[in-house]
């Protein structure tokens, strides 16, 4: 199968699913919950600040709530994608499409296509919607927001594909899900305790926390290259300090690692076979 | 399977109960050793720290001159502090010969030992200070040594004059108590002036060698006169350069003063609901590595930053405030400039537990003083609001644009609402999906 | 024309031989009946065929080329029924087939959707969510996908595990009608009965390896050798047990009750008319007098090896040894 025919079943198989997802009420209620939740966090709390002394510094009260909504909803759409994977092959519906012109690259892209697709969707409701808040409130959106949102896509993209590649080394459902979410808590957690334990100064921290801290910093090396959580938060200082080229290496590392992941999640998927 | 977790916890803890050991080996024992001691230009200030032999990295900042010199010295460790400890007193000899600078294993610089004096000319600990070298380093600290000496004079002699002083009103007192009449005015003289100190601060003078390289890592060792290397000498040499300079404010809102807000970034955008006064002290900032800066600042403390070499910090350097000005811009048309003022805090007496914030007047306030200055933004409120700080010139100083934004709360039943829209349109689809299912009983 | 052909095609998972050294051939414009019990590793060879899984050893052939994952030109001439309907629950069968005629790129896809639909006899359901099909409903429209890209090979993989007697009758005529067009059909199944009524020629699976491969006829009667025969009648007859063991075409003979005697018959020939003469010579008078078939999988709990050699040796049908000496 050539490379024009793999693209158009993937399209195909990528639209059906979106399709699925769009007449489902998981994705919807999933966006309200999370715009809710970080609207009440970061747009509340950025007006509680300003409550306290009539005046606050804020450096992105609206891109910063939008970039985090984008990256919950990038982790949801990557859970969803993994379940779909595995259930897919779980059920055996995997299997029919084998039957006929999928074959595994296409099916792991077609997979990919529909959670970004997906992910479009979220990221054009999110954007209209934060857009609304500024226009609202007047905390400012700016040219940030467009920026974000280039690096939310790659950022969805990295972390769509991580959870196909869990998905592959399964073929539950459900397993699926807890094996990707887990893994995404682990990077998530990473992140939170090493820049908690870089903001405490050396005096306060005892021998074996310093020692920990130097541990969680080697450690940082590889999760640099490894969490999706790193390019993250790369991309976020890159934007914010309006480094372009910071921004476009982040922007291509971020390609590279979906385009990995998805290799390898193809290679698994052909040695394991699609059968449940 | 479960042993495998086991092995994985046991090296875990292992790994931990090295590292404790490791921390707890370490004994106050003093030993001679071949330091350096260094006095790095901060960015705010010249510091003072060392790295014993067991350290292998110099930290300096690049394009400023830092002094080094190299000694021999008795070290301890102080596992309290966590840090090398110096006995002078014991033991202090200069290391003589000359410092090597290579790069990429080529000697690219050699440096001889000279004086040199660090000069505070508005007084000591503040900002500007300047490091003078060779003979005018002399010739500083000698006009200094003249300045002192003449302020101590003035002082004995006004300390005479005071006494003359004293002696001749205690003689008109006395003269008036036995005449029963006043004195006449006229015959009263002025009581003698007290002379100021001198502003200027210059330091004793010290050897070393002045280093100002530009940015990047070296290697750096000792040879003697017979160009032979000292042992324990060679370490690497990092010159730091900041990885973004700007312009970092501080944001005191006239409600609440002491709670200031930083500004370091462009990006931080200033929020304010409703007319809003504040005050503003801006500095020359510059972000750092936190890894590194914590090691220029004090090499002494080889754990001082460990673990934090992916972080960042912003260091405000020296105040902005003789010879620029702050434009408050509306819609990128200057609409006022606004000068660096002292102001005092004035309490409210009474039960109100107030205070005021005026500008400070030595005229109108004697015998009081400023309790801070800085740039006064009046009642800014709109849209299209920004600022930055201008020299004499007009030139707008890079990285010192913020802007200022006007907001209203907006009612949170209309962003909620609109938040939960997104369920809305899920439960329609669902609800229109669900009603295609077969309502009958199946028929094969 | 060869549509299917194995060469020494094996699978193992681990220790596991699935398929053992299979050399399978199917020809143009055969319904093939692929018998085995379940585990005997029909689903894995279909598999193999299919391309879905990778040959430990050997090659399967689909239209004289090798099949693999990515043979989209030989996939796209294949049409498959898999053993169970997995089949995506959220959407109507409209949209279903409609997904698929995209995916195989089939011209006029609604025309060709409804003329499947309705050849299954789910037109009038299509706007329906699949999730609510009954089995049978779900094992048709999985037919109905299978045929919308008029393949030239259909292969199924027991169809009629989920239909009722009317809905298996429905299937096989949709089959002999495809058949009659010209279509090659490969029919897995465990049922006997099922393939019998289908099929031209069967091959048997066994433990992963083919057993036997021949003509439906001869099989059947090979498998199920002994006709078992009950007989009611109005009064208890003047007939002893013993003495109708004594035949020599009756293998056996009990009275399960006063009036009804169970009879097993030899298989060299048709001896029922010679067990009702004897019945009426002795004056029984039967009031009902009925064989039954075995299902294939009780003739597979009966079948040893050397039976199945017999039968090679006497239909005249290849037989391969099936190692290990265990009976089959």
């Not at chain 1, 990528?14 to 747009?43: D, K, N, P, Q, W």
């Not at chain 3, 006029?108 to 789910?122: C, D, M, Y």
């Amino acid at each position: 199968m050539n490379v024009p025919d793999r693209f158009y079943v993937a399209a195909i198989v990528a639209g059906r699913e979106l399709r699925s997802t769009l007449y489902g009420l998981s994705l919807y209620l999933t966006l309200s919950l999370v715009l809710v939740t970080i609207s009440y966090l970061g747009i509340g709390g950025a007006f509680f600040q300003i409550g306290q002394s009539g005046m606050a510094v804020l450096s992105n009260p609206v891109t910063g709530p939008f970039f985090l909504t984008s990256v919950l909803m990038a982790i949801y759409l990557g859970s969803g994608a993994a379940l779909s994977f595995a259930r897919e092959r779980e059920r055996g519906t995997a299997e029919v499409l084998f039957y006929g012109p999928v074959d595994s690259i296409s099916y792991v892209l077609g997979k990919y296509l529909h959670s970004m697709l997906a992910f479009m969707v979220v990221a054009v409701l999110t954007s209209l919607y934060y857009l609304f808040v500024s226009a609202l409130t007047g905390l400012q959106a700016g040219m940030n927001l467009l920026w974000f949102g280039i690096l939310a896509i790659f950022l969805a993209s990295a972390v769509i594909a991580l959870g196909e590649f869990f998905a592959c080394f399964v073929r539950r459902g459900m397993m699926a899900v807890v094996a990707y979410l887990a893994v995404a808590a682990i990077f998530i957690l990473f992140s939170l305790v090493h820049g908690w334990m870089i903001s405490i100064p050396g005096e306060q921290l005892s021998d074996t926390m310093i020692y920990l801290r130097i541990f969680l910093d080697r450690l940082d090396m590889v999760m640099q290259w490894v969490s999706p959580v790193a390019y993250f938060n790369r991309g976020q200082v890159a934007v914010a300090h309006g480094n372009a080229i910071a921004f476009g290496w982040t922007v291509a590392e971020l390609f590279v690692y979906a385009v990995t992941l998805l290799a390898c999640a193809t290679l698994v998927l052909r040695r394991r076979g699609v059968r449940p | 399977m479960r042993w495998r977790y086991a092995v994985t916890l046991l090296v875990f803890i292992g790994f931990m109960a090295a590292c404790s050991l490791r921390a707890a080996a370490a004994r106050p024992v003093s030993e001679s050793q071949v330091v350096y001691e260094l006095a790095p230009w901060t960015g705010v200030a010249y510091g003072a720290t060392f790295a014993a032999q067991g350290v292998k990295d110099l930290y300096l900042l690049a394009g400023t001159p830092s002094a080094v010199d190299v000694a021999r010295t008795r070290v301890y460790y102080w596992p309290i502090t966590r840090e090398y400890q110096m006995d002078w007193q014991t033991e202090r000899a200069v290391a003589p010969g000359k410092l090597q600078i290579l790069r990429g294993g080529r000697v690219i610089k050699e440096v001889t030992r000279t004086d040199y004096i660090l000069r505070y000319p508005n007084g000591p600990d503040t900002l500007p200070v300047e490091l003078v070298t060779g003979r005018k380093a002399g010739r500083v600290y000698q006009s200094y040594r003249k300045a002192v000496q003449d302020y101590l004079t003035a002082v004995s002699r006004h300390t005479e004059a005071q006494k003359a002083w004293d002696d001749e009103m205690a003689r008109i007192l006395k003269r008036v108590n036995e005449s029963g009449l006043p004195a006449d005015p006229k015959t009263l003289s002025e009581p003698p002036r007290q002379p100021g100190p001198p502003r200027l601060f210059v330091t004793a003078p010290a050897s070393g060698f002045i280093l100002n390289l530009p940015a990047g890592d070296y290697e750096v060792h000792l040879v003697d006169d017979r160009g032979d290397d000292v042992p324990g000498t060679h370490k690497k040499l990092h010159l730091l350069a900041p990885w973004r300079t700007g312009v970092g404010y501080e944001i005191m809102p006239e409600a609440t003063w002491t709670y200031p807000f930083k500004s370091d970034d462009v990006d931080r955008v200033i929020y304010a609901s409703g007319a809003r006064t504040f005050y503003v002290q801006a500095f020359q900032s510059a972000q750092y590595n936190v890894y590194d800066y914590l090691h220029l600042l004090s090499q002494q403390k080889p754990l001082q930053g460990a673990g934090t070499r992916s972080g960042t910090a912003w260091v405000h350097g020296q105040a902005l405030k003789e010879g620029v000005f702050l434009e408050l811009l509306q819609n990128g048309q200057v609409r006022k400039r606004i000068e660096y003022r002292p102001y005092r805090v004035i309490q409210t007496p009474g039960p109100a537990l107030g205070y005021n914030i005026v500008e400070w007047d030595p005229k109108s306030q004697p015998g009081t003083g400023p309790t801070f200055s800085a740039f006064k933004v009046q009642a800014v409120e709109g849209d299209g609001y920004s600022m930055q700080l201008v020299n004499a010139d007009g030139k707008v100083i890079r990285g010192s644009e913020r802007h200022l934004q006007s907001v209203e709360p907006a009612a949170n039943g209309v962003i909620y609402g609109l938040a939960a829209l997104p369920m809305l349109i899920g439960l329609v689809i669902a609800f229109r999906r669900f009603s295609l299912r077969p309502r009958g009983a199946a028929r094969p | 024309m060869e549509v299917i052909r194995t060469e020494h095609l094996s699978k193992h998972y681990g220790p596991l031989l699935a398929v053992d050294d299979l050399n399978l051939s199917v020809k143009q414009g055969e319904i093939y009946g692929f018998l085995g019990p379940n585990g005997a590793g029909k689903s894995t060879t279909i598999s193999l065929l299919l391309g879905l899984i990778r040959p430990t050893q050997g090659r399967a052939l689909l239209f004289g080329e090798p099949v693999r994952e990515d043979s989209f030109a030989l996939k796209r001439r294949v049409g498959v029924v898999g053993e169970y309907q997995n089949i995506y629950g959220e959407m109507t069968a409209w949209e279903y087939l409609l997904f698929f005629a995209r995916l195989y790129r089939v011209k006029e896809p609604r025309k060709r959707a409804g003329e499947v639909l309705a050849a299954v006899r789910l037109l009038d359901r299509r706007n329906e969510l699949v999730g609510g099909y009954s089995k049978g409903m779900l094992q048709k429209l999985s037919l109905a996908r299978a045929l919308l890209h008029a393949p030239d090979l259909l292969v199924l993989d027991e169809p009629a595990s989920s239909l009722d007697p009317y809905g298996i009758r429905e299937v096989r005529e949709i089959l002999k009608d495809l058949n009659e067009q010209g279509k090659t059909i490969f029919l897995s199944s465990h049922i006997l009965s099922e393939v019998e009524r289908t099929c031209y020629r069967v091959g048997i699976l066994q433990k992963g390896r083919l057993v036997a491969q021949g003509d439906m006829a001869g099989l059947r009667r090979r498998l199920s050798p002994e006709m078992h025969i009950n007989v009611e009648f109005a009064m208890p007859p003047p007939l002893e047990e013993a003495a109708l063991n004594q035949l020599p075409w009756v293998k056996s003979a009990r009275w399960e009750t006063p009036v009804q005697l169970r009879v097993i018959l030899s298989a060299d020939q048709d001896h029922r008319s010679d067990l009702l003469r004897h019945l009426t010579e002795h004056g029984a008078v039967p009031l009902e007098f009925n064989s039954r078939q075995i299902s294939l999988e009780e003739a597979f709990m009966e079948i040893t090896e050397s039976n199945l050699a017999s039968l090679a040796a006497s239909e005249g049908i290849s037989y391969q040894q099936a190692g290990r000496g265990e009976g089959l």
